[in-house]
């Protein structure tokens, strides 16, 4: 009759525990990877300096050719 009693006991205990973590685990946060509304946009503006520093040396390429006695 005790061994009974202790089978009972350590069984709804178990089911206790177990019930209790299911639990804690079914309140977890859950993350949700979405697209965004709107469309990213990149603003590129390497292309205007690059051609900016082209025509500076292109420009100084030809003041350096017309006087070679420069430097």
């Known amino acids: 009759m ?8 350590k069984s709804f205990f178990l ?15 859950t993350v ?10 990149i603003n590129l503006n390497i292309k205007i300096q690059h051609d900016i520093r082209v025509k500076v040396d292109k420009d100084l390429d030809n003041v350096f050719s017309k006087d070679k006695g420069l430097f």
Do not use: F, H, Q
């Open 15 to 29: 089911l206790l525990c177990s019930g209790g973590l299911l639990l804690l685990y079914a309140c977890s946060p």
């Open 2 to 9: 005790k061994n009974n009693r202790r089978v009972i006991i």
């Open 32 to 41: 949700k990877v979405e697209t965004p509304d709107k469309p990213i946009t």
